[in-house]
């Protein structure tokens, strides 16, 4: 094990933000997280798990261990006559895996294409796309104990699974590493393409016969359309999560403004972050290095350069006056550091 001191985790961070970490340490076994627990635990520092650093803001230099998680391999650990179970290292990247189980046939995982990351967060915060979540293909993990070093097997029902939201974010916050998931596929393909615009792209596209790989490609096209590259400009895609309001409060929301977008859902009525902050004028706004992305409000970017704080201060801004203009509190769904 490898311990190095004052990394810059530049590289580490899709919002490219330059912050150091005082120790890390690239974990590439379930013994390495292990060692560096130990490690971490004797010398008294505070830990960081890091996967592909896609929804993080670093607002400071970390004074901790940061442990990077790079345990790879996927494998085939059992199937029945609908399903097949695969075990993935929680390094693994998780369009990489996505791919891999087209190649292989198996479905469940074609709407959740492109998705930046690893593995080993996709149960963090329950990730989803176009239709779909990983709770769907979800069969279990495993996680080591980050006080007692023991392995603890957590199926779907004990993780606690909403929309971007896990018990790992609530009630077990900062307690187990998660080193493997294991995911059930299916043999026969169920497509899901009421969601936005997957079968006009299959049109466009011109897929007369939907299979995972052509709802992967389209998928892969419409996220291309929209999302900025964060190779390219600096993001870590929705800053905050969709809120959902109580049905009569939306109806007062509705007589404000008819036009505003609504998916109603079992809990209220789910409205586009992206409409309200949009319409509170913030689509497009550049603060020196950082902004509000110009097709995509919800997203904010670091043009290079920029700083973690500013980033946090200016969410704070939208946040607030999306409350003024409308009531309605945003969530963010990027961890804060
Ligand atoms: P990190 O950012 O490294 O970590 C996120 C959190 O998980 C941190 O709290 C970290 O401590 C914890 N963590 C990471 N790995 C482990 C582990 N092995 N054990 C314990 N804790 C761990 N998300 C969606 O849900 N849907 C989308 O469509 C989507 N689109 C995106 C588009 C772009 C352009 C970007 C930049 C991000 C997008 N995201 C999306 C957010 C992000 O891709 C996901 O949240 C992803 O799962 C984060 O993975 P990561 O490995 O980068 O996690
Ligand atoms: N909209 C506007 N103005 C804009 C852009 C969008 O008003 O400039 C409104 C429109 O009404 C549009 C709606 O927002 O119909 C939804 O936009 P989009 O389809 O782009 O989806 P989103 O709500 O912004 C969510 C997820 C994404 C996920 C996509 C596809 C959240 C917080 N975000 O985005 O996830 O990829 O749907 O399923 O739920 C992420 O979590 O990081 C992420 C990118």
Wanted: include cysteine; charge should be neutral.
């Amino acid at each position: 094990m490898n311990i190095q001191e004052n990394i810059s985790l530049q590289p580490f961070n899709t919002f490219g933000i330059d912050k150091k970490a005082k120790f890390f340490v690239k974990a590439k076994s379930e013994e390495d997280v292990k060692q560096a627990l130990d490690f971490a635990k004797k010398s008294n520092l505070p830990i960081f798990i890091l996967g592909g650093g896609s929804n993080i803001l670093l607002t400071k230099d970390l004074d901790a261990l940061v442990i990077k998680m790079e345990i790879t391999g996927i494998k085939i650990i059992g199937e029945n006559e609908d399903e097949v179970f695969v075990e993935v290292g929680a390094g693994e990247n998780w369009h990489t895996f996505v791919l891999h189980c087209i190649e292989n046939d198996w479905a469940g995982a074609e709407n959740l294409s492109l998705i930046p990351g690893t593995v080993g967060a996709s149960p963090m915060q329950n990730i989803g796309a176009y239709g779909v979540e990983i709770k769907e293909i979800f069969q279990s993990l495993q996680a080591i104990n980050r006080d007692t070093l023991e392995m603890k097997v957590f199926n779907a029902g004990d993780c606690g699974f909403g929309y971007r939201d896990s018990v790992f974010k609530n009630d077990l916050k900062n307690q187990f590493v998660i080193t493997k998931v294991i995911f059930s596929l299916k043999k026969k393909p169920v497509f899901h393409m009421e969601y936005g615009s997957i079968k006009q792209t299959l049109e466009e596209m011109g897929v007369k016969t939907p299979s995972i790989a052509f709802i992967s490609k389209a998928v892969i096209q419409i996220r291309q359309s929209k999302l900025p590259d964060p190779k390219v400009i600096g993001n870590a895609g929705s800053f905050f999560k969709n809120p959902t309001v109580p049905f009569d409060f939306f109806e007062t929301l509705k007589k404000a403004y008819p036009e505003i977008p609504s998916f109603p859902n079992e809990q209220g009525v789910k409205i586009p972050a992206a409409w309200l902050i949009e319409k509170a004028g913030w689509k497009g706004k550049t603060f020196d290095k950082i902004g509000v992305h110009k097709n995509q409000p919800l997203v904010l970017v670091n043009y290079g350069g920029g700083d973690g704080h500013d980033i946090k201060l200016l969410s704070e801004k939208i946040q607030q006056s999306v409350l003024q203009q409308f009531g309605i509190l945003l969530h963010p769904e990027v961890n804060f550091l």
